[in-house]
């Protein structure tokens, strides 16, 4: 796999190849997927695994969340994390792809607080699948892990969504302010 065929076949296809997509004033919170086409993933299956494929996405998802973090005013209060939601076909291995959650400004402020508290303290089937997603490439320790988890009666359905959040480190090496979920 040469690196320039993502870009060239999924992320210059997709809204966030102009970085500024992320920096938007939203209303309420914005999900970017990674890709919203699922035929851009054609040319990733035939060279591996769903699986792997999965992990490929993960990867992405990291780097575009470092980028943001470089990238992001420091004086604005934006919430930014990893999101899954799409969790259809989990059972049959299917490709997990994530999205990337933004909650511009200041009606992001508390947030994840609310998102830590209404957390199932049970770990799901699907929060295994995404938490083992991180592992494999080594990203589970910088990051904590959330669900949110909720009966929409306009869609008649559960509505899951798994939260990848970058913790936050205070001024002591190696003390992590959130407290993570783990299998």
């Given at each position: 796999m040469i690196l320039a065929e993502i870009y060239r076949k999924i992320i210059s296809k997709e809204p966030y190849k102009d970085m500024g997509v992320f920096f938007e004033s939203y209303e309420s919170f914005e999900e970017i997927p990674l890709v919203s086409r699922y035929k851009?993933?054609?040319?990733?299956?035939?060279?591996?695994?769903?699986?792997?494929?999965?992990?490929?996405?993960?990867?992405?998802?990291?780097?575009?969340?470092?980028?943001?973090?470089?990238?992001?005013?420091?004086?604005?209060?934006?919430?930014?994390?990893?999101?899954?939601t799409d969790f259809y076909g989990i059972d049959e291995r299917e490709v997990l792809v994530p999205n990337i959650f933004v909650y511009p400004g200041m009606a992001s402020v508390g947030f994840i607080d609310n998102i830590?508290?209404?957390?199932?303290?049970?770990?799901?089937?699907?929060?295994?699948?995404?938490?083992?997603?991180?592992?494999?490439?080594?990203?589970?320790?910088?990051?904590?892990?959330?669900?949110?988890?909720?009966?929409?009666?306009?869609c008649d359905e559960e509505v899951i969504r798994v939260f990848v959040v970058l913790k936050e480190v205070d001024n002591r090496v190696g003390k992590s302010s959130f407290r993570s979920l783990r299998p």
């Open positions: 851009r993933l054609g040319f990733l299956k035939k060279e591996m695994s769903n699986d792997k494929v999965s992990e490929v996405l993960a990867g992405v998802a990291i780097f575009l969340m470092n980028l943001i973090k470089i990238m992001g005013e420091t004086d604005k209060c934006s919430f930014y994390a990893i999101t899954f830590k508290e209404k957390s199932a303290r049970d770990v799901s089937k699907e929060m295994k699948e995404v938490i083992n997603k991180f592992h494999k490439i080594g990203g589970e320790a910088i990051f904590d892990f959330y669900e949110s988890r909720f009966y929409d009666s306009a």
